[in-house]
């Protein structure tokens, strides 16, 4: 592959995917050969928080597709007077599985894998699952910081730095955003504000309305049968010690990953071994899921 203008190399290929009700889901495609393996966001990211990880996988000889969630980055939004419903997301995600070569195996973050979980139980879409740093239940106050950063900021920011002031505070443990990088997750209005790339209506519609979830998301899981891995963070506030276990209990034929020195953001504070704790899961589960004819 050509190297890309910003020096990725792997350089991935856009894809444009219409989901059922017509809105346009952005994909990246770093590979063409290989084993696919979708990687899903958490609320409020893009596609550009795997980049890391997709690069090394498609070094690796798996094909990577990173996706912007409806709502998110570059992908569709809903039209004004229509809400987004989780269930949105369960079908974009099993219209998305199946455009892709063969079944590929899904690494959801958050908000990501608890789609993935009810779309493995609903329709079979994945050959396995990693689950980053969320279960069917989670700490409620974990939540609540996150949604209360998203929405800290309804107007926006006068500047790429203004915005890079408060990702700081948000993030003391990770080094500041360049202005490069906050464009990438900001949007300038023709006000010239700078607000965050995902659609406002997102925070009450499908923010606040996971708690009622969980008990759906737990009998999902017990649906659960393909290779699975959990990878937790060991300073994460929405993934403890109890989730885990109850998790284990539910799909116990799921590994657990846990890497020590990382918060809820798994793959952004210790990227380096969150790939190795996926290489090494995808090594030993994506031959068995090819044996199985997936």
Not at 83 to 96: C, H, L, N, P, W
Not at 173 to 199: F, Q
Request: net charge negative.
């Amino acid at each position: 592959m050509a190297a890309c203008p910003d020096q990725l190399d792997p350089c991935p290929t856009p894809v444009r995917v219409d989901a059922a009700d017509g809105v346009a889901l952005r994909l990246d495609r770093w590979s063409e050969r290989g084993q696919p393996v979708l990687l899903t966001h958490g609320f409020g990211q893009t596609r550009g928080a795997w980049s890391a990880s997709a690069r090394r996988l498609a070094e690796l000889g798996y094909a990577p597709w990173t996706l912007d969630a409806r709502g998110h980055g570059d992908s569709g939004r809903n039209p004004p007077g229509r809400g987004y419903a989780f269930e949105q997301f369960i079908e974009d995600a099993r219209e998305v599985s199946a455009r892709l070569p063969a079944r590929p195996v899904l690494v959801g973050a958050s908000m990501g894998g608890l789609i993935g979980i009810m779309a493995q139980a609903r329709y079979a879409s994945f050959s396995a699952l990693v689950l980053v740093d969320i279960t069917p239940r989670w700490d409620s106050r974990g939540v609540e910081r996150i949604l209360g950063f998203m929405g800290a900021h309804p107007d926006g920011f006068e500047s790429l730095e203004a915005a890079a002031d408060a990702v700081a505070g948000y993030l003391p443990h990770r080094p500041r955003k360049t202005p490069d990088a906050m464009r990438a997750v900001l949007r300038r209005r023709a006000d010239g504000r700078w607000c965050w790339h995902w659609d406002p209506r997102l925070l009450e519609d499908i923010g606040r309305a996971g708690e009622s979830a969980q008990h759906a998301l737990s009998e999902a899981a017990r649906e659960i049968s393909v290779p699975t891995l959990l990878v937790s963070g060991g300073r994460s506030d929405l993934i403890g010690a109890q989730h885990v276990e109850e998790f284990m209990r539910l799909v116990p034929h799921a590994q657990h990953r846990r890497i020590d020195d990382a918060t809820h953001m798994v793959a952004g504070d210790r990227n380096d071994a969150f790939t190795d704790a996926i290489v090494a899961f995808l090594d030993a589960a994506a031959p068995a899921a090819a044996a199985t004819g997936a």
